[in-house]
């Protein structure tokens, strides 16, 4: 079992930044693949990037290519997503997420992510 915190949330100004935190306890990141999904009010959830754990390959959804990057850190047994350059609608809830896939993935898709946070909310407004 991985239990998932999310932090780093709160209300930004388009053009801002925020860095998202992911801590994660019961079991380590280090064996396991990272993603960051999202989600809109009225909105499905989506993909926003994803971090392998053997060849740390990334994924970013197109949306926010060249503006977020993802990270992690064994050693403290986090994630981060540090957002860049926000909008308005980049406005959402922001997951964590964790695999069990047993190897790297096939592509950054919720499917693959078994363990959730409760999430953190993103506003970018004026």
């Known amino acids: 079992q991985v239990q998932l915190v999310e932090s780093g949330g709160g209300l930004v100004q388009p053009g801002g930044s925020l860095r998202l935190s992911c801590e994660a306890s019961?079991?380590?990141?280090?064996?396991?693949?990272v993603g960051w999904f999202r989600q809109a009010p009225g909105k499905a959830r989506e993909e926003v990037s994803c971090?392998?754990?053997?060849?740390?390959?990334?994924y970013y959804a197109d949306s926010v290519k060249g503006r977020f990057t993802i990270s992690r850190d064994n050693a403290k047994n986090a994630a981060y997503l540090q957002m860049n350059d926000l909008r308005p609608e980049d406005t959402a809830t922001y997951y964590c997420?964790?695999?069990?896939?047993?190897?790297?993935?096939?592509?950054?898709?919720?499917?693959?992510?078994?363990?959730w946070g409760q999430g953190t909310r993103v506003a970018v407004s004026s």
């Open positions: 997420a964790v695999s069990q896939f047993p190897g790297d993935l096939p592509v950054c898709d919720e499917s693959f992510f078994v363990y």
């Open positions: 019961g079991d380590t990141l280090d064996s396991s693949a």
């Open positions: 971090i392998n754990r053997r060849d740390r390959r990334t």
